[in-house]
């Protein structure tokens, strides 16, 4: 009877009964990590990306917007079709010195 004692317990009787939870829980760990990485890079990219916003009347187009260059547009002639206005006063003009 001793030298039963003596042997080592077989490999299925060194099993962990909470094996199976352990593998598990290590791959419900690992899905939360790529879940949470996902996360946190989409919020990186829209906190990068800004919002479009829209202040007093106007739509701006980020958070950034105080940050850019500004446009200046000098004002042009009021009447666009310049040009073409002094072309017929100079017509009318010469009509008239004809006559």
């Excluded at 980020?62 to 079709?81: H, I, R, T």
Aim: proline letters at 5%; charged letters at 25%; a positive charge.
């Amino acid at each position: 009877m001793t030298d039963t004692l003596d042997q080592e317990p077989s490999s299925s009787a060194r099993k962990c009964p909470f094996a199976e939870s352990r593998v598990k829980m290590a791959k419900m760990n690992n899905n939360l990590k790529v879940w949470g990485l996902i996360a946190a890079s989409m919020g990186l990219c829209l906190v990068n990306t800004g919002c479009q916003v829209h202040v007093a009347g106007q739509t701006l187009p980020s958070a950034y917007y105080l940050d850019d260059d500004v446009q200046y547009f000098p004002a042009g002639p009021e009447n666009k079709l310049a040009n073409e206005t002094a072309a017929l006063k100079a017509a009318r003009e010469e009509a008239r010195s004809r006559r």
